[in-house]
């Protein structure tokens, strides 16, 4: 249904808000939505302040009108798609750093900000944002908050939510709130801070945030092993890990994603199973890189390569250009939705083998790699969209290894949340009433189903409301 969003006109300058046809386009969907599952909204809105946000949301939960909060449009479960139309609420003019604290080790900045500008912001102080993705120069601090996400480096350093100490939100109803503390713990009344964490703008619209920030190490090594088999290369990270090694990331490629990312960046990187890793100390660092090749040949390393900080980038290109990689392939195979499952580091060697044992029983296509020191693993399944039988074998694969990783006790989604494309896992990782908690939880602070409706819940799948009426599972 269309929805009268006429009233904009009351609230906002002329460019601020817009019912054209382009920005109504640009703001159909997200990085993860399918063409066919895109969604115009009746507006777009830009909101360039607080104020600017709790007016808009106030009017449009008056009016029934639905809300989808959206940045940069980098999410890959459809989270930011406005899957019932209404306004998109872009919060890119939204990106201020309001200010560095560095004798508190604190920056409070927009929702709008890009990652990597935190960082800019902080280096002069010798401080950086530890948790910060691997997509952090086109991924918003709102939508890291929104989807709790975390990077290449959370092995060490843990995810988004971990440093968030402080929250400006407003609700459904146009409330403003402000959620946890400046201070580095709090034990005052419930922990709002922690549900808007990895809410995927359901519950509310983040404004300001207060992140905490960390000292960047003085001594800063990276490198990557090479194992002659993938078995190698899981037991050997599971290993390092259960053995306290400390690094700052490991990440894994099997050899295919190997071979996609020498075809896409021109690299030479050897068709092999490849550990990619990163150490961070400020002090004794070469100890701890002696320990980790002596962890990696216990499960006979072919190759264990470390080079100094400056010599790096080249060798982190073939893995940041990964995901790139995977979809310009083989343009005969298209990836269908990018599998993130994260299991117990004990279980990550077996999740890692099923995933490889279903791809060569079915014949297809599926590069691993992940951020595997948290357990974390990224897979694609590419498919045949013109035979319709390799489609089906593909997604039944998708399916099978999310539900293996929540038999192994892991979840459906380690970073790139729930959004409309992981509903149907909701139930079963959680349980039936856990998850009519969560239910009730969205429709205390959200009773209109205002904020980012079908999204996160199961019922929402067929247009159904997180309501008063709950769907039995």
């Not at 479960?77 to 309001?98: K, Q």
């Not at 005969?332 to 791809?359: C, F, N, R």
Request: aromatic share 6%.
């Amino acid at each position: 249904m269309a929805y009268d969003t006429s009233f904009l006109g009351d609230l906002l300058d002329d460019d601020q808000f817009s019912v054209g046809d382009s920005h109504r386009d640009g703001h159909a969907a997200d990085w993860g939505t399918p063409d066919d599952e895109a969604v115009r909204p009746d507006a777009v809105v830009w909101p360039e302040s607080t104020a600017d946000v709790s007016a808009v949301l106030a009017a449009a939960n008056e009016r029934g009108v639905p809300v989808t909060p959206y940045a940069a449009g980098t999410s890959l479960e459809g989270n930011a798609t406005p899957a019932r139309g209404g306004i998109s609420l872009d919060v890119t003019r939204m990106d201020a750093v309001l200010d560095v604290r560095p004798e508190d080790f604190q920056v409070d900045v927009e929702p709008g900000v890009m990652g990597t500008e935190v960082d800019d912001a902080v280096a002069s102080e010798g401080l950086f944002f530890p948790p910060l993705p691997s997509s952090g120069d086109i991924s918003t601090v709102g939508g890291m908050i929104a989807n709790d996400a975390s990077g290449m480096q959370t092995v060490k350093y843990g995810e988004v939510a971990d440093w968030v100490l402080e929250l400006e939100a407003v609700l459904a109803d146009g409330s403003v709130i402000t959620a946890g503390s400046r201070a580095v713990k709090t034990s005052s009344g419930y922990n709002l801070k922690e549900f808007l964490v990895g809410s995927e703008g359901t519950l509310a619209v983040v404004t300001r945030a207060t992140l905490e920030l960390a000292g960047r190490p003085e001594q800063v090594r990276g490198g990557r092993a090479l194992f002659p088999s993938l078995d190698d290369a899981t037991a050997a990270v599971a290993d390092a890990v259960r053995s306290g090694v400390d690094v700052a990331t490991i990440e894994l490629v099997d050899a295919t994603s190997a071979t996609m990312a020498n075809a896409y960046t021109g690299t030479d990187l050897p068709d092999a199973p490849t550990v990619f890793l990163k150490f961070h100390a400020n002090h004794g660092v070469e100890e701890e890189v002696a320990f980790c090749r002596s962890v990696f040949e216990s499960h006979d390393v072919e190759r264990f390569d470390v080079v100094d900080e400056d010599a790096m980038d080249d060798l982190w290109q073939a893995r940041r250009d990964l995901a790139f990689a995977v979809q310009s392939y083989d343009p005969d195979l298209t990836p269908l939705h990018p599998g993130d499952v994260t299991v117990p580091i004990s279980a990550y060697p077996e999740m890692v083998q099923y995933v490889t044992d279903l791809a060569d029983e079915r014949d297809l296509l599926v590069p691993c790699f992940g951020h595997a020191g948290d357990g974390n693993l990224h897979f694609s399944v590419l498919v045949d969209e013109t035979d319709p039988d390799h489609v089906a074998r593909g997604e039944r694969t998708q399916d099978d290894v999310v539900e293996r990783a929540i038999e192994l006790g892991g979840t459906a989604t380690g970073e790139h949340g729930i959004g409309r494309g992981k509903r149907e896992y909701l139930v079963a990782e959680h349980g039936a009433a856990t998850v009519d908690a969560m239910r009730r939880v969205k429709h205390a602070l959200d009773p209109e189903d205002t904020l980012n409706p079908g999204k996160v819940f199961p019922e929402t799948v067929d247009g159904g409301r997180v309501g008063d009426d709950v769907v039995d599972e």
